[in-house]
């Protein structure tokens, strides 16, 4: 698919503050060694700030820590912030490249738009991603399956405790070595269906990848711990009938005659990941469906054989086997059950692509190091 993207910006002219205490390159190489997802950062962090008098000013580079708050600032009372998700990969010579960032800066101005906050320009997007990388690319990793998680937020700074979109904004991008979301090998995860909570309603902010939709998931997910599954799955709020998607994932159902099934609701985050696993799959001439799938469809078809394997798919899971759907009423699957042959193939693809292993047809990589 090519993105149309919007009018050339003029870059920005980034300050590049160095940290003078970098983590020492024999620690950073244990932490690279074995990362460990979301627990060690880069030196190094992107700040870019906004108002509404000044647009989009101030772009830095500079050490990585905490960030100067007043205990006013909107984001703390009332959530107005955003967030992407994205990974470098080091390929085998070296270089380092990212997976469709232009689709992260998109999605990440329909959040904004959403979440009433600035639009940060696509260029100014990547350039931070380039800008950070200059500096802390001897954090990517280059054991098989890591990667350097990228991390762009955006929240409202503005001290002000009236209730409106507020008026100064911050940018950032934070970066962190990770290994595989759920620990070791891709094998089958169990997830746990709530039926007590749900993630989004109508008109809501399902769609827009906001921190209030990850606390409103985390008693769920809670729940799914308890019952000793990984993730949560959500179900629709009107209804109480439809599949949405995980806590932090999508979810796709593969059918016997190889049909893949996927939720279409505007409840649930566009997943990136999805979008690239059924384009594979529908180039492999498998037919992909995004419709409503109801939890009875889901049933009902793995007790027919009509339904064989389900998967989740993100960018910091990539494409994880369902082994187990928990439910209060009823299970299916089991906890030993085999990874799905067609999930595991299409996990292969993506990740091949994404590590430079195979031609990439599509043109989905972008490099950050040069
Ligand atoms: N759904 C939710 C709630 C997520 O947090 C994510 C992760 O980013 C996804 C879906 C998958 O999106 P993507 O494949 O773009 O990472
Ligand atoms: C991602 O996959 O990038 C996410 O933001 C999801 C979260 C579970 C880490």
Same mark, same amino acid.
């Given at each position: 698919?090519t993105?149309?993207?919007p009018m050339?910006?003029?870059?920005?002219a980034?300050q590049?503050l160095?940290?003078? =205490?970098?983590?020492p390159?024999?620690?950073?190489?244990?932490?690279l +060694?074995? @990362?460990?997802f979301?627990?060690?950062?880069?030196?190094?962090?992107?700040?870019?700030c906004?108002?509404e008098k000044?647009?989009?000013?101030?772009?830095?580079?500079?050490?990585?820590g905490?960030?100067?708050l007043?205990? #006013?600032?909107?984001?703390?009372?009332?959530g107005?912030?955003?967030?992407?998700?994205m990974k470098?990969?080091?390929?085998? +010579?070296?270089?380092?490249?990212?997976?469709? @960032?232009? =689709?992260?800066a998109?999605?990440?101005? /329909?959040?904004?738009?959403r979440?009433?906050? $600035?639009?940060l320009?696509v260029?100014?997007?990547l350039?931070?991603?380039? =800008?950070?990388i200059?500096?802390?690319?001897q954090?990517? $990793?280059s054991a098989?399956?890591?990667?350097?998680?990228i991390?762009p937020?955006m929240?409202?700074?503005?001290?002000?405790?009236?209730?409106?979109p507020?008026?100064?904004?911050?940018?950032?991008v934070?970066?962190?070595?990770?290994?595989p979301?759920?620990g070791?090998?891709?094998?089958p995860?169990?997830?746990? %269906?709530?039926t007590?909570?749900?993630?989004?309603g /109508?008109?809501?902010t399902?769609? #827009?990848?906001?921190?209030?939709n990850? #606390?409103?998931s985390?008693?769920?997910?809670?729940?799914?711990?308890e019952?000793?599954?990984?993730?949560?799955?959500?179900l629709?709020?009107v209804?109480?009938k439809?599949?949405e998607?995980?806590?932090?994932?999508n979810?796709?159902?593969?059918?016997?005659?190889?049909t893949l099934?996927? $939720?279409?609701?505007?409840?649930?985050?566009?997943?990136?990941?999805?979008?690239?696993?059924l384009? %594979?799959?529908?180039?492999r001439?498998h037919?992909v469906?995004?419709?409503?799938v109801?939890?009875?469809?889901?049933?009902?078809?793995?007790?027919?054989?009509?339904?064989?394997?389900?998967?989740?798919?993100?960018? #910091?899971? !990539?494409?994880?086997?369902?082994?187990?759907?928990?439910?209060p009423?009823?299970?299916?699957?089991?906890p030993?059950?085999?990874?799905?042959?067609l !999930?595991?193939?299409l /996990?292969q693809?993506?990740?091949?692509?994404?590590?430079?292993?195979?031609?990439?047809?599509h043109?989905?990589?972008? /490099?950050?190091d040069s």
């Amino acid at each position: 698919m090519t993105i149309e993207l919007p009018m050339a910006q003029q870059e920005l002219a980034f300050q590049v503050l160095s940290n003078p =205490e970098p983590m020492p390159i024999e620690r950073r190489q244990a932490v690279l +060694d074995e @990362p460990v997802f979301g627990t060690v950062f880069t030196d190094h962090m992107v700040d870019i700030c906004w108002s509404e008098k000044g647009g989009w000013h101030r772009p830095r580079v500079q050490p990585y820590g905490p960030i100067p708050l007043d205990p #006013a600032a909107a984001v703390l009372h009332y959530g107005q912030e955003i967030f992407e998700g994205m990974k470098a990969y080091r390929h085998a +010579d070296g270089s380092i490249w990212t997976f469709r @960032p232009e =689709e992260n800066a998109l999605r990440m101005q /329909r959040s904004a738009a959403r979440m009433a906050m $600035p639009q940060l320009p696509v260029e100014y997007f990547l350039q931070s991603l380039k =800008e950070l990388i200059a500096v802390d690319g001897q954090w990517v $990793p280059s054991a098989p399956e890591t990667s350097l998680y990228i991390r762009p937020f955006m929240f409202a700074k503005e001290a002000f405790l009236g209730v409106r979109p507020a008026k100064k904004v911050a940018f950032y991008v934070i970066a962190s070595p990770v290994g595989p979301y759920f620990g070791g090998e891709a094998k089958p995860v169990s997830i746990w %269906l709530s039926t007590n909570f749900t993630r989004a309603g /109508r008109g809501g902010t399902g769609a #827009a990848k906001t921190g209030g939709n990850y #606390a409103a998931s985390l008693l769920a997910q809670s729940e799914a711990s308890e019952n000793g599954c990984q993730q949560v799955l959500f179900l629709d709020s009107v209804e109480g009938k439809f599949l949405e998607e995980l806590g932090g994932m999508n979810i796709v159902l593969v059918y016997r005659d190889g049909t893949l099934v996927t $939720p279409k609701s505007d409840t649930i985050l566009s997943g990136i990941t999805r979008d690239s696993v059924l384009s %594979l799959a529908s180039e492999r001439g498998h037919t992909v469906e995004r419709r409503a799938v109801s939890i009875d469809e889901w049933r009902e078809g793995d007790a027919s054989g009509e339904i064989v394997e389900a998967f989740a798919c993100g960018t #910091a899971a !990539t494409v994880v086997p369902i082994g187990q759907l928990k439910t209060p009423d009823f299970t299916i699957g089991s906890p030993d059950a085999p990874a799905g042959e067609l !999930t595991m193939s299409l /996990r292969q693809e993506l990740v091949d692509i994404q590590y430079g292993r195979i031609p990439d047809v599509h043109q989905w990589m972008v /490099r950050l190091d040069s």
